[in-house]
């Protein structure tokens, strides 16, 4: 299926399982073609259930909500915290290089932070657990590193060096594409788990010239992590 058409985005996007909903939602962040961000969510409900966003049928995506005007990115990633609680990570890479750290929470919605993750970044790769986010980087000068940020003085963050070789491409998205005879555009292949069918492999990529595609692949899945 496609997320988002009827928007004009562009890039690789981020997908994450949320939290919301009776058996949680799928959260979507996307650039905007021209100016700031998409977030788009999933309801992965069944029609029985009880309905929190009832503007959204399950088994669809929502038409989106935009946010960050003013700069234009070349690529967002979410993680769904376990802060807050249930707060959504956003780290956005825009045109100038400059990896931002947002965050969304009830009632503000999004907001970026003061301290930027990073500063002349070409590619990143955004990863989250127990309130700790880790970003693999990747320099326009072709350094790479890797950033961390605990949850200590949250929602404020410290980004801090540490140890570790950077791993960017996300090969589980690309193997698994590639068994079903689908090439992405290149970059833009992402993958995530989520626990709704009883477990899914969640698949994100762009076409040339194409919109969001989404996959969901049962698991387990004899993929490289």
């Given at each position: 299926?496609?997320?988002?058409?009827?928007?004009?985005?562009?890039?690789?996007?981020?997908?994450?399982?949320?939290?919301?909903?009776?058996?949680?939602?799928?959260?979507?962040?996307?650039?905007?073609?021209?100016?700031?961000?998409?977030?788009?969510?999933?309801?992965?409900?069944?029609?029985?259930?009880?309905q929190?966003?009832?503007?959204?049928?399950?088994?669809?995506?929502?038409?989106?909500?935009?946010?960050?005007?003013?700069?234009?990115?070349?690529?967002?990633?979410?993680?769904?915290?376990?802060?807050?609680?249930?707060?959504?990570?956003?780290?956005?890479?825009?045109?100038?290089?400059?990896?931002?750290?947002?965050?969304?929470?009830?009632?503000?919605?999004?907001?970026r932070?003061?301290?930027?993750?990073?500063?002349?970044?070409?590619?990143?790769?955004?990863?989250h657990?127990?309130?700790?986010?880790?970003?693999?980087?990747?320099?326009?000068?072709?350094r790479t590193?890797v950033?961390?940020?605990?949850?200590?003085?949250?929602?404020t963050?410290?980004?801090?060096?540490?140890?570790?070789?950077?791993?960017?491409?996300?090969?589980?998205?690309?193997?698994a594409?590639?068994a079903?005879?689908?090439?992405?555009l290149?970059?833009?292949?992402?993958?995530?788990?989520?626990?709704?069918?009883?477990?899914?492999?969640?698949?994100?990529w762009?076409?040339?010239?194409?919109?969001?595609?989404?996959?969901?692949?049962?698991?387990?899945?004899?993929?490289?992590?």
């Amino acid at each position: 299926m496609t997320v988002g058409s009827e928007r004009s985005t562009s890039g690789p996007v981020g997908l994450a399982q949320g939290v919301y909903g009776a058996r949680g939602n799928l959260e979507l962040v996307a650039c905007d073609a021209a100016d700031g961000l998409w977030v788009f969510w999933f309801n992965a409900d069944a029609p029985d259930d009880p309905q929190e966003t009832p503007d959204v049928p399950p088994g669809h995506w929502s038409s989106g909500l935009a946010f960050a005007p003013g700069h234009r990115y070349l690529d967002a990633q979410i993680a769904q915290s376990t802060l807050g609680p249930d707060h959504l990570e956003v780290a956005a890479l825009r045109e100038d290089g400059v990896l931002e750290s947002w965050y969304w929470s009830p009632g503000p919605g999004f907001q970026r932070r003061d301290a930027d993750v990073a500063a002349s970044v070409s590619r990143f790769r955004l990863s989250h657990r127990d309130g700790v986010l880790t970003v693999d980087v990747q320099h326009l000068d072709g350094r790479t590193a890797v950033v961390s940020s605990d949850a200590e003085g949250y929602p404020t963050r410290r980004w801090v060096a540490r140890p570790g070789s950077a791993i960017l491409d996300d090969r589980r998205a690309l193997e698994a594409l590639h068994a079903h005879g689908i090439t992405p555009l290149p970059d833009t292949a992402r993958s995530t788990t989520s626990t709704r069918n009883g477990g899914t492999l969640e698949l994100t990529w762009r076409a040339p010239n194409g919109p969001i595609h989404h996959l969901p692949l049962p698991l387990p899945q004899p993929l490289p992590r």
